[in-house]
């Protein structure tokens, strides 16, 4: 069975920011201009969105 690739959270935001404003999206991009395959992905349950970056198993 293929196994999931690990992450690790390169850093948080609270879902409820001003309106137009992206700033999970603004540090992930800013991440990958650096080398870093950086993504975002919300966490229901803490209600925030976490910039993530695939870790070498």
């Given amino acids: 069975?293929?196994?999931?690739p690990q992450r690790t959270?390169?850093?948080r935001?609270?879902?409820g920011g001003p309106?137009?404003?992206w700033p999970a999206?603004?540090?992930a991009a800013a991440?990958?201009?650096q080398g870093t395959?950086?993504?975002v992905v919300m966490d229901l349950g803490s209600d925030q969105f976490l910039?993530?970056?695939s870790t070498a198993q």
């Fill in 31 to 33: 991440q990958r201009a």
């Fill in 37 to 39: 395959d950086a993504q």
């Fill in 25 to 27: 999206e603004e540090y």
């Fill in 9 to 11: 959270v390169l850093e």
């Fill in 19 to 21: 309106r137009g404003s």
């Fill in 13 to 15: 935001f609270p879902a």
């Fill in 51 to 53: 910039v993530v970056a």
């Fill in 1 to 4: 069975m293929p196994t999931q």
